[in-house]
Protein backbone atom coordinates (compact mmCIF):
# COMPACT_ATOMS: atom_id res chain seq x y z
CA UNK A 1 0.00 0.00 0.00
CA UNK A 2 1.69 3.56 -1.07
CA UNK A 3 1.88 6.27 1.24
CA UNK A 4 -0.80 8.51 -1.18
CA UNK A 5 -3.29 5.60 -1.30
CA UNK A 6 -2.76 5.07 3.01
CA UNK A 7 -3.33 9.19 3.20
CA UNK A 8 -6.15 9.30 1.57
CA UNK A 9 -7.83 6.05 3.70
CA UNK A 10 -6.59 8.46 6.83
CA UNK A 11 -8.30 11.30 5.68
CA UNK A 12 -11.14 9.19 5.43
CA UNK A 13 -11.33 8.97 1.11
CA UNK A 14 -14.19 6.56 0.58
CA UNK A 15 -12.86 5.65 -2.87
CA UNK A 16 -9.28 5.14 -1.29
CA UNK A 17 -11.00 2.65 1.71
CA UNK A 18 -13.19 0.81 -1.12
CA UNK A 19 -10.54 0.05 -2.89
CA UNK A 20 -8.20 -1.16 0.36
CA UNK A 21 -11.41 -3.08 1.20
CA UNK A 22 -11.51 -5.01 -2.44
CA UNK A 23 -8.14 -5.32 -3.17
CA UNK A 24 -7.95 -7.59 0.98
CA UNK A 25 -11.91 -8.46 1.52
CA UNK A 26 -11.21 -11.83 0.33
CA UNK A 27 -7.63 -12.69 2.19
CA UNK A 28 -9.07 -11.47 5.37
CA UNK A 29 -12.69 -13.46 5.02
CA UNK A 30 -10.59 -16.68 4.09
CA UNK A 31 -8.51 -16.31 6.97
CA UNK A 32 -11.35 -15.22 9.26
CA UNK A 33 -13.44 -18.47 8.06
CA UNK A 34 -10.39 -20.51 8.47
CA UNK A 35 -10.25 -19.26 12.30
CA UNK A 36 -13.84 -18.59 13.00
CA UNK A 37 -15.47 -22.19 10.85
CA UNK A 38 -18.31 -19.92 10.24
CA UNK A 39 -19.43 -18.25 7.41
CA UNK A 40 -21.53 -15.20 9.07
CA UNK A 41 -19.16 -14.74 11.75
CA UNK A 42 -16.12 -14.85 9.37
CA UNK A 43 -18.75 -12.15 7.42
CA UNK A 44 -18.47 -9.80 10.34
CA UNK A 45 -15.20 -10.58 11.41
CA UNK A 46 -13.79 -9.29 8.67
CA UNK A 47 -15.85 -5.99 8.82
CA UNK A 48 -14.66 -5.52 12.05
CA UNK A 49 -10.77 -6.12 10.79
CA UNK A 50 -11.36 -3.40 8.36
CA UNK A 51 -13.26 -1.07 10.64
CA UNK A 52 -10.02 -1.66 13.25
CA UNK A 53 -7.82 -1.06 10.68
CA UNK A 54 -8.74 2.30 9.92
CA UNK A 55 -8.80 3.34 13.72
CA UNK A 56 -5.32 1.96 13.33
CA UNK A 57 -4.21 3.06 10.21
CA UNK A 58 -1.71 5.51 12.43
CA UNK A 59 -0.09 2.05 13.62
CA UNK A 60 0.68 1.21 10.71
CA UNK A 61 4.92 1.37 10.36
CA UNK A 62 5.42 2.39 6.68
CA UNK A 63 7.34 -0.09 4.66
CA UNK A 64 5.96 -3.22 6.48
CA UNK A 65 3.84 -5.22 4.87
CA UNK A 66 0.31 -4.02 4.76
CA UNK A 67 -1.09 -7.73 4.83
CA UNK A 68 1.20 -8.87 7.20
CA UNK A 69 -0.36 -6.01 9.64
CA UNK A 70 -3.96 -6.83 8.19
CA UNK A 71 -3.92 -10.19 8.97
CA UNK A 72 -2.48 -9.82 12.58
CA UNK A 73 -5.60 -7.30 13.05
CA UNK A 74 -7.91 -10.46 11.89
CA UNK A 75 -6.18 -12.66 13.95
CA UNK A 76 -6.97 -10.86 17.13
CA UNK A 77 -10.36 -9.60 16.22
CA UNK A 78 -10.53 -14.09 15.54
CA UNK A 79 -9.36 -14.91 18.61
CA UNK A 80 -11.88 -12.00 20.79
CA UNK A 81 -14.68 -13.47 18.45
CA UNK A 82 -13.64 -17.11 20.09
CA UNK A 83 -13.32 -16.07 23.68
CA UNK A 84 -16.53 -14.02 23.20
CA UNK A 85 -18.15 -17.71 22.20
CA UNK A 86 -16.28 -19.20 25.13
CA UNK A 87 -16.08 -22.37 22.98
CA UNK A 88 -13.30 -23.24 21.02
CA UNK A 89 -14.38 -23.91 17.40
CA UNK A 90 -12.17 -26.22 14.70
CA UNK A 91 -12.14 -24.90 11.44
CA UNK A 92 -13.62 -27.97 9.03
CA UNK A 93 -14.82 -28.39 5.40
CA UNK A 94 -15.23 -25.00 4.31
CA UNK A 95 -11.76 -24.91 3.05
CA UNK A 96 -11.74 -28.32 2.17
CA UNK A 97 -11.56 -27.22 -1.74
CA UNK A 98 -8.75 -24.86 -1.04
CA UNK A 99 -6.18 -28.61 -1.10
CA UNK A 100 -6.50 -28.87 -4.91
CA UNK A 101 -8.48 -27.23 -7.91
CA UNK A 102 -8.95 -30.21 -9.80
CA UNK A 103 -9.33 -29.47 -13.29
CA UNK A 104 -12.99 -30.94 -15.84
CA UNK A 105 -10.87 -33.23 -17.56
CA UNK A 106 -9.60 -35.46 -14.67
CA UNK A 107 -10.74 -38.68 -13.04
CA UNK A 108 -14.24 -38.84 -11.40
CA UNK A 109 -12.56 -41.61 -9.21
CA UNK A 110 -9.51 -40.00 -8.83
CA UNK A 111 -11.59 -36.44 -7.95
CA UNK A 112 -13.65 -38.79 -5.47
CA UNK A 113 -9.94 -40.61 -3.77
CA UNK A 114 -8.51 -36.93 -3.61
CA UNK A 115 -11.67 -35.38 -2.00
CA UNK A 116 -11.38 -38.02 0.45
CA UNK A 117 -7.52 -37.74 0.86
CA UNK A 118 -8.30 -33.91 1.53
CA UNK A 119 -11.24 -34.45 3.77
CA UNK A 120 -9.14 -36.94 6.17
CA UNK A 121 -6.23 -34.52 5.80
CA UNK A 122 -8.33 -31.43 7.40
CA UNK A 123 -10.19 -33.78 10.10
CA UNK A 124 -6.67 -34.07 11.42
CA UNK A 125 -6.09 -30.39 10.98
CA UNK A 126 -9.06 -29.64 13.04
CA UNK A 127 -7.64 -31.92 15.89
CA UNK A 128 -4.39 -29.04 16.29
CA UNK A 129 -4.95 -26.83 18.94
CA UNK A 130 -4.97 -23.34 18.00
CA UNK A 131 -1.19 -22.65 18.77
CA UNK A 132 -0.85 -25.38 15.91
CA UNK A 133 -3.12 -25.17 13.87
CA UNK A 134 -3.29 -21.44 12.98
CA UNK A 135 0.30 -21.48 11.75
CA UNK A 136 -0.42 -24.30 9.79
CA UNK A 137 -3.47 -22.73 8.09
CA UNK A 138 -1.08 -19.30 7.58
CA UNK A 139 1.65 -21.47 5.89
CA UNK A 140 -0.32 -23.74 3.62
CA UNK A 141 -3.79 -22.30 3.21
CA UNK A 142 -2.35 -19.04 2.60
CA UNK A 143 0.81 -19.54 1.43
CA UNK A 144 2.80 -16.89 3.71
CA UNK A 145 6.08 -16.90 4.50
CA UNK A 146 7.42 -18.00 7.87
CA UNK A 147 8.56 -14.54 8.53
CA UNK A 148 5.20 -13.53 7.89
CA UNK A 149 3.51 -15.43 10.28
CA UNK A 150 5.79 -14.96 12.64
CA UNK A 151 4.73 -11.18 12.34
CA UNK A 152 1.24 -11.81 12.22
CA UNK A 153 1.60 -13.97 15.81
CA UNK A 154 3.70 -11.63 17.08
CA UNK A 155 6.22 -14.80 17.85
CA UNK A 156 9.41 -15.54 16.44
CA UNK A 157 10.30 -17.37 13.46
CA UNK A 158 12.22 -19.86 15.28
CA UNK A 159 9.05 -20.47 16.96
CA UNK A 160 6.88 -20.86 13.80
CA UNK A 161 9.26 -23.44 12.46
CA UNK A 162 9.07 -25.30 15.86
CA UNK A 163 4.54 -24.99 15.76
CA UNK A 164 4.98 -25.93 11.75
CA UNK A 165 7.89 -29.03 12.66
CA UNK A 166 5.37 -30.02 15.73
CA UNK A 167 2.13 -30.22 13.69
CA UNK A 168 3.01 -32.13 10.77
CA UNK A 169 4.69 -34.46 13.15
CA UNK A 170 1.54 -34.73 15.32
CA UNK A 171 -0.55 -34.78 11.52
CA UNK A 172 1.62 -37.96 10.07
CA UNK A 173 0.71 -39.61 13.12
CA UNK A 174 -2.66 -39.16 12.85
CA UNK A 175 -2.55 -40.10 9.30
CA UNK A 176 -1.28 -43.02 9.63
CA UNK A 177 -3.54 -44.47 12.52
CA UNK A 178 -6.13 -43.38 10.14
Known sequence: MDSR??????EGDSLAIEK?????????????????????????????????ALRALDSYREGAAFQTWLFSITINMCRSRL?????RLRVQQILQ???????EDEHPERSAMQNEADAELW????????????PVVLRYY??????????ILDIPPGTVHSRLN?????????????
Not at 5 to 10: D, G, K, N, S
Not at 142 to 151: G, K, P, S, T
Open 123 to 134: RAICTLNDKHRI
Open 142 to 151: HNLHVADIAA
Open 5 to 10: WLEQCR
Open 97 to 103: GLFHLHS
Open 20 to 52: MVQLYQNDVYRLALSILDNSDEAEDGTQETFLA
Open 166 to 178: HARKKLRTLLKEE
Open 83 to 87: RGRKS
